[in-house]
């Protein structure tokens, strides 16, 4: 099973991260999703996804995924 962090900007709030975590959670093979607001950190576990996957969804719940 893969951890990969990645950094997020423009999240400001709780439901920010409540849209972050729900648009990666629905990526198959992801398995856990944990978002940290004060350092703008996405920590995602699981198998058989990608970062063009992950950039998606974060670009999907209206933020930006900093180049990985």
Do not use: K, N, Q
């Amino acid at each position: 099973m893969a951890v990969m962090t990645y950094t997020v900007t423009g999240m400001t709030c709780g439901h920010c991260v409540s849209s972050v975590s729900g648009e990666v959670g629905r990526i198959d093979g992801v398995e856990a999703v944990d978002v940290d607001l004060a350092s703008g950190r996405v920590t995602v576990t699981g198998d058989g996804f990608g970062d063009d996957e992950i950039r998606g969804a974060v670009d999907a719940a209206g933020y930006t995924l900093v180049d990985v």
